[in-house]
C-alpha cells in the first residue's frame, strides 16, 4: 500500500513537471489572461464629438480581457500652460497610485505632443501608441523611438478638393476654415502644402481665432462660387468663444452661400456637403490593434506607422437638395 502511494505521489509530482513546462513554453496572450492594461489619453474632452468614435475603436481592438482607463486633457475648452501643469501633476499622481500600464495610447496632437514632452517622466519604459495625429512631421520623428509608433491623421484635401473641382470647374481659390489651436498648426501645414499639387488655384485661409464671431459669418457669407470651401476646424473665435464641432459647423453652414466640404467626421448631419473623411472609429480601432499586438508579445519597434487612416466617402442629402447637387 505504501509504495503505491508513492508511486500515485510520483506519477502526479511528473504530470505537474510536464503541465507547468508545457505552460511555460507557449506566449502567454494578454488578453486571455487578463492582466493587459492599457491607458488612453485624449487631447479633448469625452464631449467632443471625436473622443467616443475613437473609444468605441480602441473597446472593440482591445476585447474584453484587457483594462482600459482614461483620462482627458480638456485641451478645447482649456489650454494654457498651466492647465498642462495641472494635468502632469495629477497623472503623475495618478500613475503613482494605479498599477503599471502596458501600453499608453494618446489621442490626436496634444496628448501626442504631451507624451513626447513628459516621456522620459512618465512612460520611459512603457510603449506609447498614438492616434489621430496631424503634424506628420512630428509623428515621424517621434516614431524613431523604439517604443513608439501609431496612426497618422492624413485628412483627404486632395481627394475632397479634386471632387469639389467637378462641380465648380470655375473656382479660382480653397478657402479654409482653421483655428490657432496646436491640431489647427498642425493642418495648416498640411493645408498649404495642397497649394504646390493645385497650382491653379489659390489657397486661402479664414483664420477663426483672430476675427470675432460676426466677421467669421461675414467672411464665411461673403465667399461665392468663385471658392470652394473647406471646413478644417473652429473650435474658437476671436472674441474667446468656445465652440463643440457641430456648434461652429451649424453657426457657419447657416450662413454659408456655397457648401462647406469636410474632411473630418464629426459634423456630419449639421451643415456640412460631406467629401472624403477619416473614420475617427477605425483609426482608434487600428490604434487599438498596435496595442493588442504590443501585449501580445510583438515588439513595438516592429510596428510600423501608419500614414493614411481609415477613410469614406461621407455626404449629406438634405445639403446635395439645397445647392441642387
Known amino acids: ?43 479633448y474632452s469625452y464631449a467632443w464629438e471625436t473622443v467616443p468614435e475613437q473609444i468605441r475603436g480602441i473597446k472593440e481592438a482591445l476585447g474584453a480581457g484587457v483594462q482600459l482607463d482614461y483620462q482627458f486633457m480638456d485641451t478645447k475648452n482649456v489650454e494654457t500652460a498651466e492647465s498642462e501643469q495641472l494635468f502632469y501633476q495629477t497623472l503623475t499622481y495618478y500613475l503613482k ?12 496632437d496634444a496628448a501626442f505632443q504631451f507624451a513626447m514632452t513628459y516621456r522620459d517622466e512618465l512612460f520611459a519604459q512603457t510603449p506609447v501608441v498614438f ?21 497618422v491623421e492624413t485628412l483627404s484635401y486632395e481627394n475632397t478638393i479634386t471632387l469639389a473641382k467637378k462641380l465648380y ?28 499639387v493645385f497650382p491653379e488655384l489659390d489657397f486661402v485661409e479664414i483664420d477663426a481665432s483672430k476675427l470675432s464671431q460676426e466677421e467669421l459669418k461675414r467672411q464665411v457669407a461673403a465667399l ?25 459647423i451649424q453657426m457657419l453652414g447657416d450662413v454659408a452661400q456655397i457648401p462647406m466640404f469636410s474632411i473630418v467626421s464629426h459634423g456630419m448631419g449639421k451643415g456640412f456637403l460631406g ?24 515588439d513595438c519597434a516592429g ?12 455626404f449629406d442629402e438634405n445639403v446635395m437638395r439645397r445647392f441642387g447637387i
Request: glycine share 10%; net charge negative.
Open 1 to 43: 500500500m505504501k509504495n503505491h502511494k508513492v508511486e500515485k505521489g510520483c506519477i502526479l509530482a511528473a504530470l505537474l513537471f510536464v503541465l507547468l513546462w508545457i505552460g511555460g513554453s507557449f506566449p502567454v496572450n494578454a488578453k486571455e489572461t487578463g492582466r493587459g492594461r492599457v491607458l488612453f489619453i485624449s487631447s
Open 97 to 108: 497610485m494605479v498599477p503599471a500600464y502596458d501600453v499608453v495610447i494618446v489621442g490626436d
Open 131 to 151: 492616434e489621430g495625429v496631424n503634424n506628420r512631421e512630428l509623428a515621424k520623428k517621434a516614431a524613431a523611438d523604439p517604443l513608439v509608433t501609431g496612426v
Open 169 to 196: 470647374p470655375d473656382a479660382r481659390q480653397v478657402v479654409g476654415i482653421l483655428d490657432d489651436t496646436v491640431t489647427g498648426e498642425g493642418e495648416r501645414k498640411e493645408f498649404q502644402y495642397y497649394d504646390t
Open 224 to 248: 461665392g462660387e468663385e471658392s470652394i470651401l473647406v471646413y478644417i476646424m473652429c473650435s474658437r473665435d476671436g472674441d474667446g468663444n468656445v465652440y463643440a464641432a457641430a456648434e461652429a
Open 275 to 298: 467629401g472624403e473623411i477619416v473614420s475617427q472609429e477605425q483609426m482608434g480601432k487600428r490604434a487599438g490593434e498596435m496595442a493588442v499586438q504590443i501585449l501580445e508579445g510583438t
Open 303 to 314: 510596428i510600423s506607422i501608419v500614414m493614411e487612416p481609415p477613410k469614406v466617402y461621407c
